[in-house]
């Protein structure tokens, strides 16, 4: 498998700017998957809960080549808020990112085509604010071996400086994350340690 990237944030980033009197906060975050991008909006919503609104729009992996996009209006008119969001994720050709755009009403309508310019403008600079960064994509898979085996394995898994979870249950089980263009060597080396003891499954990823 070839080495694969894909460009994300590196970090949280804001802007903040004003269109005729409305005040537009844009945040930006990385987020692994669905559960940390709707968690990112959630806290946002929570610490602006006295915004006329809080509109997002993520991209991200739920497994596999599968891109998951969303955006919402949160109340704007159709098409003004969460879809300008979203094309700016699309157009920098982010992944792995969620943007909330707050908007704090100035008494001025801006129109569909205002409110358009002024969302993507928001979640652009709070991309730019971020920095943008390149990750390779990964993957997730268990192990579960007997006692005997565990030290192979986890020796294994340091020596290819994997993240992983150990659970020592009635047998030893790890939960695995490397680089995907990793992953099929180690769970090789893994198979040939234990002679085939180790039962390797699918992390849900």
Same mark, same amino acid.
């Given at each position: 498998?070839?080495?694969? /990237?894909?460009?994300?944030?590196?970090?949280?980033?804001?802007?903040?700017?004003? *269109?005729?009197? !409305?005040?537009? $906060?844009?945040?930006?975050? #990385?987020?692994?998957?669905?559960?940390?991008?709707?968690?990112?909006?959630?806290? $946002?919503?929570?610490?602006?809960?006295?915004a006329t609104h809080n509109v997002p729009a993520y991209r991200v992996r739920t497994g596999g080549d599968i891109l998951r996009e969303?955006?919402?209006?949160?109340?704007? #008119?159709?098409?003004?808020?969460?879809? #300008?969001?979203?094309?700016?994720?699309?157009?920098?050709?982010?992944?792995?990112?969620?943007?909330?755009? &707050?908007?704090?009403?100035?008494? &001025?309508?801006?129109?569909?085509?205002?409110?358009?310019? !002024?969302? !993507?403008?928001?979640v652009k600079q709070a991309i730019e604010d971020a920095g943008i960064t390149e990750q390779r994509p990964h993957e997730r898979f268990?192990?579960?071996?007997?006692?005997?085996?565990?030290? &192979?394995?986890?020796? $294994?898994?340091?020596?290819?400086?994997?993240?992983?979870?150990?659970?020592?249950?009635?047998?030893?089980?790890?939960?695995?994350? *490397? #680089?995907? /263009?990793?992953?099929?060597?180690?769970?090789?080396?893994?198979?040939?340690? /234990? !002679?085939g003891r180790a039962e390797i499954g699918d992390g849900g990823e």
């Amino acid at each position: 498998m070839a080495e694969e /990237t894909f460009r994300t944030v590196a970090g949280r980033g804001q802007a903040t700017f004003e *269109v005729q009197g !409305s005040e537009f $906060i844009g945040h930006a975050a #990385p987020a692994a998957d669905r559960e940390a991008a709707e968690a990112f909006v959630a806290e $946002i919503r929570a610490e602006y809960d006295d915004a006329t609104h809080n509109v997002p729009a993520y991209r991200v992996r739920t497994g596999g080549d599968i891109l998951r996009e969303y955006g919402d209006d949160d109340g704007e #008119p159709s098409g003004s808020a969460g879809k #300008p969001a979203l094309n700016v994720l699309q157009q920098e050709e982010v992944e792995n990112v969620v943007a909330v755009v &707050t908007r704090y009403y100035g008494g &001025t309508n801006l129109g569909v085509g205002g409110l358009a310019r !002024s969302y !993507s403008s928001a979640v652009k600079q709070a991309i730019e604010d971020a920095g943008i960064t390149e990750q390779r994509p990964h993957e997730r898979f268990s192990i579960a071996v007997e006692y005997d085996d565990s030290g &192979t394995v986890r020796g $294994i898994l340091e020596s290819a400086d994997a993240e992983f979870d150990a659970d020592y249950g009635e047998r030893a089980a790890f939960d695995v994350r *490397v #680089p995907e /263009t990793e992953g099929e060597n180690l769970r090789d080396r893994v198979r040939s340690a /234990t !002679s085939g003891r180790a039962e390797i499954g699918d992390g849900g990823e």
